[in-house]
Each structure stands twice: as structure tokens, then as C-alpha cells.
Nanobody, 112 residues
Framework: QVQLVESGGGLVQAGGSLRLSCTAS????????MGWYRQVPGKQREWVAI???????RYADSVKGRFTISRDNTKTTLYLQMNSLNSEDTAVYYC??????WGRGTQVTVSS
């Protein structure tokens, strides 16, 4: 089974940028939808961005224009470029592949 490992999280000041990566243990070219989700304590996990195998992207309204999702099928990696970060972006960010395959998450903390 494919395993996903997120990286790139950390502490950043408001207005700053981070780039998250999600590396799969196997080639992801056959996986259609891949996406990023995030969760804060006490709240449900929410969808952030999705990209299809062909590169079609969709974004949650809260991140549209600030975040960019991309995938490199040859390197088995999914990315999330996050710009103009604010405190509301603080969360654990999870990578998802297909219907129900999740990574363990990476913490993003934005200080104001």
C-alpha cells in the first residue's frame, strides 16, 4: 500500500511563506485526486486544495489566491506552496491520495 509522508511545516510569521511536500512510497501517477487538508484542535478536518492526475486544481475559498497545489508524478511528490500566511492558517496539514489514504500530517504555525 502506498504510504504518504508530509514535510515542510514549521513556524512562520504572518505574511510569510512555506512549502509543504508530500512524498509517496510509490509512483502516484495512477492516483487521480490528491489533496491537502488541515485540522485544528476541536474542529473537523477541512479541505484546502485538490489536484487531479491531469493537473486540474480546486481551492477552498479561504486559501484561493494564496496557496498553490502541484504534483510531480515523476518524483512521487505533492506540493502545497503557501503564501501570505495568517494566523487562521495555523493547523496540522495532511496529504491525501485517492479516497482514503492519508499521511500523518505536518504542523504549520503562523505567528502574528
Amino acid at each position: 500500500q502506498v504510504q504518504l509522508v508530509e514535510s515542510g511545516g514549521g513556524l512562520v510569521q504572518a505574511g510569510g511563506s512555506l512549502r509543504l511536500s508530500c512524498t509517496a512510497s510509490e509512483n502516484i501517477i495512477s492516483i487521480n485526486d490528491m489533496g491537502w487538508y488541515r485540522q485544528v484542535p476541536g474542529k473537523q478536518r477541512e479541505w484546502v486544495a485538490i489536484i487531479t492526475r491531469r493537473g486540474t486544481t480546486r481551492y477552498a475559498d479561504s486559501v484561493k489566491g494564496r496557496f498553490t497545489i502541484s504534483r510531480d508524478n515523476t518524483k512521487t511528490t505533492l506540493y502545497l506552496q503557501m503564501n501570505s500566511l495568517n494566523s487562521e492558517d495555523t493547523a496540522v496539514y495532511y496529504c491525501k491520495a485517492g479516497v482514503a489514504l492519508w499521511g500523518r500530517g505536518t504542523q504549520v504555525t503562523v505567528s502574528s
